[in-house]
């Protein structure tokens, strides 16, 4: 039964929200935390406990910039993430605060994504079993859902096992899952770092049960207009796009994204003549690039 939003879960977001529509989402998350003061190298997954009003402050500027589907600070909340800051054991309550806070910021405008990233740790390599990644994205997932998000997002993989153990472990929560890789490599650059390409990704998605596939990160939104449209010719589901602004260069010792909002945005129905469905950015945006694609998709 559908409830008001008064710190408590609305109904979750249906596939049919995002099935022949266009969908704004939100932008870079890390490095608008580091415009607030959030240390370098430090765990800015913490800030949903220790600083809730700084994080309540990035997804507050996103949902006023028009996006209509905002993430959560829960990006490196998975317990073996959280064990590069000694964390581990907070997986759950940082993925919980999170969810609550970007919820509370949505209100009636937009959905919330609970964002799950990599661990940081490879299968084929032997690092882990895939047995412990699934129960550690299952227990994020979970707090995720208990939080209050509408839906949960995989994103930033690069390794395929990993991908499709994640969207299984989301899957248990009932909550529509989107799974995306990030394509960089390879001759013409649509494969992931490990050979992956999108046909290959979205099948392995399909059977693992993912609601929506995509693609997030990488070298830049031209790149992405052609991986959009390989997922497009792949399958007939909703197809989530969140790309960098172009690549990074270092100016004064800092890294720096010389695309501008417009150049951003113009390039936006492009993309969605390609297949995207969910467009939003990644590294380099901020708040006035989704401004920008928002108006350019309205």
Partial sequence: MEQTNQGRRLMPARIQEFTDTVTV?????????DKLGCPAGYCREEWNISRPDQVSKVAEAYVAAGARVILTNTFGANRYSLARHDLAKKAREFSLAGAAISKLAA??????????????????????AQGELYAAFKEQAEALAEGGADGLVIE?????VELVTAVQAAKTTGLLVAGCMTFDSGKDRTSTMMGVTPPKATQALIDAGADMVGCNCGI???????????????????????ANAGMPEIDGGKIIYKMTPDEFAGKAKALVKAGANLVGGCCGTNPGFIRALAAALA
Avoid: C, H
């Avoid at 930033?156 to 395929?160: R, W, Y």
């Avoid at 790149?223 to 399958?235: D, S």
């Fill in 220 to 242: 830049g939104i031209d790149n992405y207009i052609r991986v959009a449209a390989m997922f497009r010719a792949a399958t007939t589901k909703p197809i989530w796009v969140k």
């Fill in 107 to 128: 209100g009636d405008q937009a959905k919330v994504f609970g964002s799950i990233g990599p661990s940081g740790k490879i299968v084929m390599m032997g690092e882990i």
């Fill in 156 to 160: 930033t993989m690069s390794e395929l």
């Fill in 25 to 33: 989402v939100d932008g870079a998350w890390g490095t608008e935390l």
